[in-house]
């Protein structure tokens, strides 16, 4: 594979528990107030090398400041994050961070990210694919593939939650602490 065009991130979003899988409301990087919805629900996929699940299909608001009223008494967890971030055409090549995703017509944007949050330390890993919705399976596995025999992510791919889940539905399971 050539020289790798993923870039970097680290920073702490906090995030309103509400116990809902289906909604995710975020200040990202504690600043820009984030709406996310989840509007469908696709086919059991599976990726291979244990990677299985239910794609989900979200809509974001950014900032939604005007779209969420927030109670005081609001719960709100602290998700520390180092985000690699990638991107890959249909056929699994990568290709640079820097492009819009109009560059590409199909594909996959990838994070695998290590999270600390409240007591626990994990790896995660989101897909992102767009592009028609006929491709966006192949774009999946294909991306999947890619980073399965990457080397450089070797020891973070074993160390992944497994449990395929959206954010919002995985920190209901942490036990956040009211802030």
């Known amino acids: 594979m050539s020289e790798k065009t993923g870039v970097v991130e680290q920073r702490c979003d906090s995030y309103l528990v ?8 975020k200040l990202r990087a504690r600043t820009t107030l984030e709406l996310k919805v989840r509007q469908s629900l696709g086919e059991w996929i599976d990726l291979g090398d244990g990677l299985a ?14 779209l969420v009223q927030i109670d005081s008494s609001s719960r709100w967890i602290d998700v520390h994050k180092v985000i690699i971030k990638r991107r890959f055409s249909i056929d699994g090549n990568e290709v640079p961070s820097s492009h819009g995703s109009t560059a590409v017509l199909s594909g996959c944007d990838v ?26 399976r192949a774009a999946l596995a294909t991306s999947w593939k890619a980073l399965a025999v990457d080397a450089t992510l070797a020891a973070p791919l ?15 399971t942490v036990g956040p602490r009211v802030r």
């Open 111 to 136: 994070e695998v990210a290590h999270v600390d949050v409240e007591d626990r330390s994990v790896w995660t890993i989101a897909f992102a694919a767009y592009g028609p919705p006929d491709g966006r």
């Open 158 to 172: 074993r160390g992944l939650d497994r449990r395929a889940m959206s954010y919002p539905e995985w920190l209901a």
């Open 53 to 66: 699940g239910v794609p989900e299909q979200w809509r974001k608001w950014s900032p939604a400041e005007d």
């Open 18 to 25: 509400d116990n809902r899988g289906d909604i995710g409301v």
